[in-house]
């Protein structure tokens, strides 16, 4: 299966609106003015990285010119000049190619996705800096929640944090009423 991703409005590189079913062809010479895909959902990531990216598998038509390059991770993109727009894939779908590719904690972290998801990461969830992301940036996810993701020794920061926020929000509401 190949794959595609694009922005909430399902346009790719330069704003170029696609929709699902139907087929584009370009005239360009050049592999690089092609039409963009991957055959992991991580390498699609790379590029659409937002929390509302959309992917969509795709069905090359034309001539394949297979690209290597390391971006955030070591990925083969690929590109066409005929691409079929197949479906779109579902948030779970998703989630799961993700995890069976083994992609990094925090790039799939950018798609925000729910705890039950990020939980089955287990002890792959190292570095200081996707601590950080878990304490600082995941305020969707409860003070248990993030327990349960970090190592012991992070969660009095956890709980600190939390008891900042928790502070901040009461002085707003305070100074709002």
Known sequence: MFIKAFNKDLKGYGGFQFAVG????TEQEHPWDWFHYGDKASTTLCFYHKPDSRFCEVQPLGKIYKMRQRDCIRITAHSSNSLKIVRELSRDEVYAMLLQENCPWWLTNCLMPPF????QYG???RGKWV???IIKDRDDFTLEQKYALLPKKYHAKARYHDMTLSIIKLHQQRAGA
């Open 22 to 25: 139907e087929t584009y062809t």
């Open 116 to 119: 039950e998801v990020m939980a």
């Open 123 to 125: 002890n792959r969830i």
């Open 131 to 133: 601590i950080g992301e």
